[in-house]
């Protein structure tokens, strides 16, 4: 047993007297408790549980000034662990004597920043010294009371009495809420947890004890909707009948009863497939515990045809047939058209096919039809990052989490959003709750791992950089490389295969590390894409090429070329050859002399857009129509370095500032390269360009979107990578004409050529 004698244990409810006290005796249970006091309005005797008088609480506002300005003058210890009936003490062996050392501990919202994000009250420690200090008059506007605790007041409570608050990772072993469940905790908080925390055999005698009033509660509903995502269809008919019995006019609660009801009928895909929804759970823990959905609306003949064909469609759509499915879909709709099930697929079919302005009322619709079905709010939130509306996909992902916080696709979404608006440290934090949730989800170590190099985390980044490996489209899908895998021993005259992966940018960033190979004794064999063969054969060492798709020679060992900098252990401070270490092939330099003539001006190369299937083009690219203000300027030559459709827009520009388009002479890397070195300057978007003039030490600025590549870090506007560079970045998301007015100050600046 846990000796706490320094603390009192306390429990105050006025409603669900029954279940107030099994909390109280569970916690008592497993911990020596100096007192225990039960503030309660009945007399209840119960042998070593102090009763206290209190009138009725008649509402959340009563409780609050209970704990927060009442609760004092009762305690005599120097701390107090306060608990509710619907969390208590869980895992006493967890106990933690770190957690003595704060003044208040409960687990964390992850709705507010990291470091300002403890926590619930529900369960939760608190010392004699806040007790004291929460007379302040100054603390008066309380609301609820673990908020005005937490956030309202802290400032105050930190500031004026010295009062500490602890660190994450503490607070997520001592209690959770609505984040996922660690391996253990010493407590929890909420309803909707009983699932987790709750033996099956006493769910019926908690439910014949609780309250009426908290039948209306969300809590109960969700609790329901978690033991069904889980399978534990009893359960769930047991918690939609006690809200029946309370509550019989639930429309929603009595479609959920008829759904667990229907368990056997037949599953609308495979137990262990991915679920259509896409989030990235396997069917049975998400749709599949749902059976037919959470439609039809009502049980009419036309609803259950239409519950038929939802599950064809399901199986259509979760095979990859998703413009059948989505008719299918449609067709339902038109028979019932607030069939949840059908309007959220068809609002994820819609979103498959790159149709936002159809998707988004749909997901938007489901999400209102069925409000306890996390993995709505997940894929509305999803369809919202797509069309760029970032700040409104966030309470969607916090909202999917609060319903069911096992997802770990939501975790990673969550995390990807929080990133796009520069809250690194809450994204960190939700990309580590994706993992520990799902230790295996590749994406997940992934995403991690561009926000840690973005924060400048290098050493944990580079290891989870080595993640991308197990996911197709950036490396998973590459040929395996015969020989095995190098991890950075010596073995002086080894053939060593270096394999480049993902992009052109990628390949010229990484060939640095290639030299130091050589310089440790292997012989290298560096494999790349075909048209960056000449370019690369001017790295020092002059390593053997092989074009990407040739046979290749057998080797002793093998590793890609992406891994190396975590491999040598170089951070980008110390990265070699941050000046030149590629080289313009001299007579393809001079081939440009003719076709630029003479020079009438500064000449500054030019590239406004990558790649449009790059997953962050929408935001990294920008319309060459944006740059007039600078392809105006005087005694300037620019120059088209544009590839690809984007050079369509330069018929778009007014023949007397349109620059020259080079596209024609630019066959490969090493033409290009030939033409920067003619070139005062490059100015380009994030792209492959912009890596080959840093590379060739060319000056180039480059026009970063708010949310930069991990490459460029965050406010700077020079580069490690790069001694050349100089980096112009957006303030404000979009805000591409404040970028381009910066530009156009510094071309102001008193000029030389290079």
């Given at each position: 047993?846990?000796?706490?004698s320094d603390?009192?244990l306390?429990c105050?409810?006025?409603?669900?007297?029954a279940?107030a006290?099994r909390a109280?005796?569970i916690?008592?249970?497993?911990?020596r408790?100096a007192r225990t006091?039960f503030?309660?309005d009945r007399?209840i005797?119960?042998?070593?549980?102090?009763?206290v008088p209190?009138?009725?609480l008649a509402s959340a506002a009563d409780y609050?000034r209970?704990l927060v300005k009442?609760?004092?003058?009762?305690i005599s210890?120097?701390?107090?662990?306060?608990?509710?009936?619907?969390?208590?003490?869980?895992?006493?062996?967890?106990?933690?004597e770190?957690f003595?050392?704060?003044?208040?501990?409960?687990a964390?919202?992850p709705?507010?920043?990291?470091?300002?994000?403890i926590?619930?009250g529900?369960?939760?420690l608190?010392?004699r010294?806040l007790?004291d200090?929460?007379?302040d008059?100054?603390?008066?506007?309380?609301?609820?009371?673990d908020?005005?605790i937490?956030?309202t007041?802290?400032?105050?409570?930190e500031?004026?009495?010295?009062l500490r608050f602890?660190p994450?990772e503490?607070?997520?072993?001592f209690?959770?809420?609505?984040?996922?469940?660690?391996?253990k905790?010493?407590?929890f908080?909420a309803l909707?947890?009983?699932?987790?925390?709750?033996p099956?055999?006493?769910?019926?005698?908690v439910?014949?004890?609780?309250?009426?009033?908290?039948?209306?509660?969300p809590?109960l509903r969700?609790l329901?909707?978690?033991?069904?995502s889980v399978?534990?269809?009893?359960?769930?008919?047991?918690?939609?009948?006690?809200i029946l019995q309370?509550r019989?006019?639930?429309?929603?609660?009595?479609r959920?009863?008829k759904?667990?009801?229907?368990?056997?009928s037949?599953p609308l895909?495979?137990?262990n497939?991915?679920?259509?929804c896409g989030?990235g759970?396997?069917?049975?823990a998400?749709?599949?515990?749902?059976?037919?959905?959470l439609a039809?609306?009502?049980?009419?003949a036309p609803?259950?045809?239409?519950?038929t064909e939802?599950?064809?469609?399901l199986?259509?759509?979760?095979?990859g047939?998703?413009?059948?499915a989505?008719?299918?879909?449609q067709?339902?709709?038109?028979?019932?058209?607030d069939?949840?099930?059908?309007t959220?697929?068809?609002g994820?079919?819609?979103?498959?096919?790159?149709d936002l302005?159809?998707?988004?009322p749909l997901?938007a619709?489901?999400?209102r039809?069925?409000p306890e079905?996390?993995n709505?709010h997940?894929?509305?939130?999803?369809?919202?990052?797509?069309?760029?509306?970032?700040?409104?996909?966030l309470p969607?992902?916090?909202?999917?989490?609060?319903i069911?916080?096992?997802?770990?696709g939501?975790?990673?979404?969550?995390?990807?959003?929080?990133?796009e608006?520069?809250?690194?440290p809450?994204?960190?934090?939700?990309?580590?709750?994706?993992?520990a949730?799902?230790?295996d989800?590749?994406?997940?170590?992934w995403?991690l791992?561009m926000a840690?190099?973005?924060?400048?985390?290098?050493?944990?980044?580079?290891?989870e950089?080595e993640w991308r490996?197990?996911?197709?489209?950036?490396?998973?899908?590459?040929?395996p490389?015969?020989?095995r895998?190098?991890?950075?021993e010596?073995?002086?005259g080894a053939?060593?295969?270096v394999?480049?992966?993902?992009?052109?940018g990628?390949?010229?960033q990484?060939?640095?590390?290639?030299?130091?190979?050589?310089?440790r004794?292997f012989?290298?064999?560096l494999?790349c894409?075909p048209?960056?063969?000449?370019l690369l054969?001017t790295l020092?060492?002059?390593?053997?090429?092989l074009?990407?798709?040739?046979?290749r020679p057998?080797?002793d060992?093998?590793?890609p070329?992406?891994?190396?900098?975590?491999?040598l252990?170089l951070p980008p401070?110390v990265?070699p050859?941050?000046?030149?270490?590629l080289h313009a092939?001299a007579p393809r330099?001079?081939?440009?002399?003719?076709?630029?003539?003479?020079?009438?001006g500064?000449?500054?190369?030019?590239?406004w857009?990558g790649?449009?299937?790059?997953?962050?083009?929408r935001?990294?690219?920008?319309?060459?129509?944006l740059?007039a203000?600078?392809l105006?300027?005087?005694?300037t030559?620019?120059?088209?370095?544009?590839?690809g459709?984007?050079?369509?827009?330069?018929?778009?520009?007014a023949?007397e500032?349109?620059?020259r388009d080079a596209?024609a002479?630019l066959?490969?890397?090493a033409d290009?390269?030939?033409?920067?070195a003619k070139?005062?300057?490059?100015?380009?978007?994030?792209?492959?360009?912009?890596h080959?003039?840093?590379a060739?030490?060319k000056?180039?600025?480059l026009l970063?979107p708010?949310?930069p590549?991990w490459?460029?870090?965050?406010?700077r506007?020079?580069?490690p990578?790069?001694?050349?560079l100089?980096?112009?970045?957006q303030?404000l998301?979009g805000d591409?004409?404040?970028v381009?007015?910066?530009?156009a100050?510094a071309l102001g600046?008193?000029?030389s050529?290079?």
């Amino acid at each position: 047993m846990i000796d706490l004698s320094d603390c009192t244990l306390v429990c105050a409810d006025t409603r669900n007297h029954a279940l107030a006290l099994r909390a109280l005796n569970i916690s008592r249970g497993a911990c020596r408790f100096a007192r225990t006091l039960f503030f309660t309005d009945r007399e209840i005797a119960a042998e070593g549980i102090q009763v206290v008088p209190i009138a009725p609480l008649a509402s959340a506002a009563d409780y609050s000034r209970l704990l927060v300005k009442e609760l004092s003058a009762h305690i005599s210890t120097a701390f107090v662990l306060v608990v509710q009936w619907d969390g208590y003490v869980l895992h006493p062996e967890v106990w933690d004597e770190r957690f003595r050392d704060f003044d208040y501990i409960g687990a964390r919202w992850p709705w507010l920043p990291p470091g300002n994000d403890i926590g619930n009250g529900g369960f939760s420690l608190r010392s004699r010294k806040l007790l004291d200090a929460l007379a302040d008059p100054e603390i008066s506007d309380i609301g609820v009371e673990d908020v005005a605790i937490g956030q309202t007041y802290r400032g105050l409570l930190e500031s004026r009495y010295g009062l500490r608050f602890p660190p994450a990772e503490l607070a997520d072993r001592f209690s959770f809420e609505t984040l996922p469940l660690p391996a253990k905790t010493f407590g929890f908080h909420a309803l909707y947890n009983f699932w987790r925390t709750l033996p099956d055999a006493e769910l019926p005698i908690v439910l014949a004890a609780l309250a009426d009033a908290n039948t209306a509660t969300p809590q109960l509903r969700v609790l329901g909707a978690n033991y069904l995502s889980v399978g534990k269809h009893a359960q769930a008919i047991l918690v939609f009948e006690r809200i029946l019995q309370a509550r019989p006019g639930e429309a929603e609660v009595s479609r959920l009863l008829k759904l667990a009801q229907r368990r056997q009928s037949t599953p609308l895909a495979g137990r262990n497939d991915p679920c259509p929804c896409g989030s990235g759970r396997r069917y049975k823990a998400c749709h599949g515990a749902l059976g037919a959905g959470l439609a039809p609306a009502s049980q009419d003949a036309p609803t259950q045809r239409g519950e038929t064909e939802v599950q064809q469609a399901l199986r259509l759509h979760e095979r990859g047939d998703v413009a059948a499915a989505r008719a299918i879909y449609q067709r339902v709709l038109a028979q019932s058209p607030d069939d949840p099930v059908a309007t959220h697929f068809l609002g994820v079919a819609a979103m498959q096919q790159k149709d936002l302005d159809t998707a988004l009322p749909l997901l938007a619709k489901a999400v209102r039809l069925a409000p306890e079905e996390p993995n709505f709010h997940n894929n509305l939130g999803l369809a919202l990052a797509d069309a760029g509306r970032i700040e409104e996909a966030l309470p969607c992902y916090e909202r999917s989490l609060a319903i069911d916080s096992r997802n770990a696709g939501a975790w990673s979404n969550l995390g990807l959003a929080r990133q796009e608006v520069l809250d690194l440290p809450g994204a960190i934090a939700a990309f580590r709750s994706a993992i520990a949730l799902a230790p295996d989800l590749g994406r997940a170590h992934w995403n991690l791992a561009m926000a840690l190099l973005l924060d400048g985390q290098f050493s944990e980044g580079w290891r989870e950089y080595e993640w991308r490996t197990r996911i197709d489209e950036l490396g998973g899908k590459l040929p395996p490389a015969a020989g095995r895998r190098w991890q950075g021993e010596d073995a002086p005259g080894a053939t060593l295969l270096v394999h480049a992966e993902q992009g052109y940018g990628d390949c010229i960033q990484f060939a640095r590390y290639v030299p130091l190979l050589k310089a440790r004794g292997f012989e290298v064999v560096l494999e790349c894409q075909p048209a960056l063969l000449t370019l690369l054969a001017t790295l020092p060492g002059n390593p053997q090429l092989l074009a990407a798709g040739s046979a290749r020679p057998g080797c002793d060992l093998q590793i890609p070329l992406p891994s190396l900098p975590g491999l040598l252990g170089l951070p980008p401070a110390v990265a070699p050859a941050r000046e030149a270490y590629l080289h313009a092939d001299a007579p393809r330099a001079a081939r440009w002399d003719d076709w630029l003539g003479p020079r009438r001006g500064r000449r500054i190369g030019l590239v406004w857009a990558g790649n449009p299937a790059h997953r962050n083009d929408r935001n990294r690219s920008l319309p060459l129509a944006l740059l007039a203000p600078l392809l105006a300027l005087p005694q300037t030559e620019w120059i088209s370095l544009q590839m690809g459709a984007a050079r369509d827009q330069l018929e778009g520009i007014a023949p007397e500032h349109r620059p020259r388009d080079a596209s024609a002479g630019l066959l490969d890397f090493a033409d290009t390269a030939g033409l920067i070195a003619k070139l005062d300057l490059v100015i380009a978007v994030d792209t492959s360009v912009a890596h080959l003039a840093g590379a060739l030490a060319k000056p180039c600025w480059l026009l970063l979107p708010f949310a930069p590549d991990w490459r460029w870090q965050l406010g700077r506007d020079d580069t490690p990578w790069y001694a050349s560079l100089r980096l112009f970045r957006q303030t404000l998301r979009g805000d591409w004409p404040t970028v381009v007015q910066q530009v156009a100050l510094a071309l102001g600046e008193p000029w030389s050529a290079s």
